[in-house]
Structures are given as C-alpha cells and as structure tokens.
C-alpha cells in the first residue's frame, strides 16, 4: 500500500513563488535601507528560494546569508546590508 501523499505541482509551485517574492520584497527594503537587515523564517523551499534570488541580491548591493536548520534539513534567510549602517544610538 502507497501512504504517500500525492505531490501538488500547482501548490508548490505557487509556494515557492510565494516564497520568492518575500525575499524580493525583503532585498528591496534593505537595498532602500528600510531596514538593516530582515530575516524571514519557516520556508518550506528555503535552500531553493536563496539560489533563485542570489543574483538579485547581488545587483542591489545586499548580502543573503542562509541560517541554516540544525538538523540541516534546510534553511531560513537573512537579508542584510552589505555596507554596515551608522549607530542610531
């Protein structure tokens, strides 16, 4: 007997689009220094999403830093400035 749950192309498809349109949004805010730096937790496509979204980073002058599982089943994302940001204090 088969217990597997059948695969949902449409679903992780949409998933991991969601998924990449965080991270554009979140490369977006660092790069309009919004924010110092964002980290987006619980992907479910984390390892895949940092590959798609490497270039993007890098053309806006901000850094993607895998935070990676302990059991290194996969990973979530840290966008942060690449340039550090003057103390506000």
Request: net charge negative; aromatic share 4%.
């Amino acid at each position: 007997m088969n217990d597997a749950l059948p695969l949902d192309v449409g679903l992780t498809r949409r998933s991991i689009e969601r998924e990449l349109d965080l991270v554009a949004g979140a490369i977006r805010m660092v790069a309009a220094r919004g924010a110092p730096a964002i980290t987006l937790v619980g992907l479910d496509f984390g390892p895949a999403v940092l590959d798609r979204s490497a270039s993007a980073a890098l053309a806006e002058g901000v850094v993607l830093e895998p935070l990676w599982h302990t059991d290194e089943s996969g990973c979530d994302i840290r966008v942060r400035s690449f340039e550090p940001w003057p103390d506000r204090g």
